[in-house]
């Protein structure tokens, strides 16, 4: 047959049987859509023809091995075009997915032919018709011995002129034929959309808990008669990691273990005035003693370090590593290339601004004075880290360098090292935000700590887990080393309660900065972060009084965030972002949402969370839940297991709840059918 003419330049042709709209699609194709290991997504299309026949469309998934895998779509609005199907891939690397558009013989002959055989209108005519498409189905289709087996029965059936016409159309429309074709149906005029990139990667890069703590305070002591700090050091921080693993945590963050510049130190709580013993900031890198490839003296070696991270993994722990690209004006690179900086009218070097806030300990890099030079030089920097244990950076203030040299860095890592993640600690707009996830990072610091109202949460989280979700994984944190909001300065142990359950169970990925636990919650004066800032000093907060038998037992959170993580690790509804669905109450200030999973086995794991954003008051009202949405119908009960108090109650569409500083100010609901 000759090939009709196609449409050129600058059109695209369309294909015989359009395919439009294809989605998940991160900047036209340009950039991959993102998922991990097993899970799910879904993959929409406009999919149409021209006149009455018959129209289908198929999702094709492309695996590393360049093995297809193709599934039929579901028509999710009949008649108006749009498809859909819901996808996971088994393994990590580069896949790629297509929808493709096709006509349906089967499907255009069922319809006819039921409304014709109906009404006695060609009835042999039609039934004839019918046994050609199965024939074509049966020769030109692979299929299994069953499977021909059961379409040669369909044609004999149609053809059986002892039987009536209605049962000679069961033989071509019945289960057995329906089901064949729906497996491995006969397609006409297949029309692919273009290939669209996907990105598995493995479980952590989505979900994960996180603990952040200083090297240098886990085992620092202060003498209280010389009025002298001595030191934590690697070997003293990694006699932390144990409970850090019992807590349940993934992952542990460090601070950066880099040599510290003695150029405009800043001392305790932000001053000026640095004594020479006080410790300087971990993020002013660089001094005599190396820069971001060495280890602060003070805190061990290298065999130190890869002892700590040999401790951290027999724990269960991932290490992750602060990557801060800038510079103590102490540090080898200032000296070495003061071309990677910016040189103020006067001569002189600029430090870091953001204004009101000023930086005179650091440089930040200049990349367009020699991109080739320090692309080839902070390659070589993460290099050193991979090659001690390290999978995980998470990197500060990246919104600051170019866009492009992320991209290029986080794709040249992965060419030997796909099992790396990074995350972007990018407070920015939203912009910058969203185009490092659709560069590569894996996941992104987010607005969570300044969401604090059921509407704001709903709104956020919805944002997130729709289409921002196919290229950047939220990480929420209620507080860090940085960061102490209001609501955490005034909102008492119900806020710290509420803000780290939330975190843990909103999205599949949070973090706790050390001292969450102790509630560490006094501001300094004008400023959105905590007094004594442990950036500026060494902080002791001798764990030891908090365990069974110590003076302060009772006070800590740790118990709280052991049963968040084991709630966490136990129910894999909560391993996901998209499957979320937020539900109403009558109080504005009561948030519930739920996430499902189904798993392939036809099991299921459902969530229902519902707190009180007040944390000042006990408030008690109704919640509306959406059933459905939780796997069951209209009118049913539900037994509703609290897992952080462990009570149990009888639910239904409109329970009642009473949360707060008086009572929990949050249920942790798991759902099962009574």
Known sequence: MTAPPRTSAPQHPIGRIPVLDVAPCVDHGARPAKSVVGEEFTVTATVLREGHDAVNASLVLTDPDGVEHVQVMECTNPGLNAWS????????????????????????????????????????????????????????????????????????GL????????????????????????ARPLRDFVSPSAELPLLVERELALSGAWYEFFPRSEGATY?????????????????????????????????????????????????????????????????KDGGHDAIHPDLGTFADFDAFVARAEGLGLEVAMDLALQCSPDHPWVTEHPEWFTTRADGTIAFAENPPKKYQDIYPVNFDNDPAGIYAEVRRVVQVWIDHGVKIFRVDNPHTKPVEFWQWIIADVAKDHPEVIWLAEAFTKPAMMHTLGKIGFQQSYTYYAWRNTPWELREYVTELAGEAATYMRPSFWPTTHDILTPYMQFGGRAAWV???????????????????????????????????????????????DYEVGGPKEGQSLAGLLTQINTIRA???????LRNITFHSADDENILVFSKRRVYADGGEDVILVAANLDPHSTRGTHAHLDLPALGLSWGDEFVAHDLLTDEQFTWGEHPFVRLGPETTPVHVIHVRRS
């Not at 019992?246 to 460090?254: E, S």
């Open 85 to 156: 199907a819901v996808v996971a891939a088994d393994r990590t690397g580069w896949w790629s997915y297509r929808v493709e558009g096709w006509s349906d013989p089967y499907g255009t002959w069922v319809h006819d032919a039921t409304i014709k055989v109906q009404a006695d209108v060609d009835t042999e005519l039609m039934l004839e018709e019918g046994a050609r498409v199965l024939e074509r189905a049966r020769k030109e289709v692979k299929r299994d011995k069953a499977a021909k087996a059961a379409l040669a029965d369909g044609i004999r």
């Open 159 to 182: 053809r059986d002129t002892t039987a009536s016409a209605a049962v000679r159309l069961r033989a071509g429309t019945g289960a057995a034929v329906a089901d064949v074709l729906s």
């Open 223 to 287: 003498d209280e008669k010389e009025h002298r700090w001595t030191t934590g050091t690697l070997r003293t921080a990694a006699e932390r990691l144990p409970a850090v693993a019992a807590m349940g945590f993934d992952v542990i963050y460090l601070t950066p273990i880099h040599p510290i510049g003695q150029a405009a130190k800043k001392g305790p709580n932000n001053t000026l005035d640095a004594r020479p013993e006080d410790p300087g900031v971990p993020y002013a890198i660089g001094s």
């Open 498 to 544: 509420v803000r780290a359950v939330l975190a843990a169970t909103l999205v599949p990925t949070y973090g706790i900065y050390a001292g969450y636990e102790l509630m560490e919650h006094v501001a300094r004066p004008g400023a959105e972060e905590q007094i004594d800032n442990e950036k500026y000093e060494y902080k002791d907060r001798r764990w030891a």
């Open 570 to 576: 136990n129910h894999g509804a909560l391993h996901w």
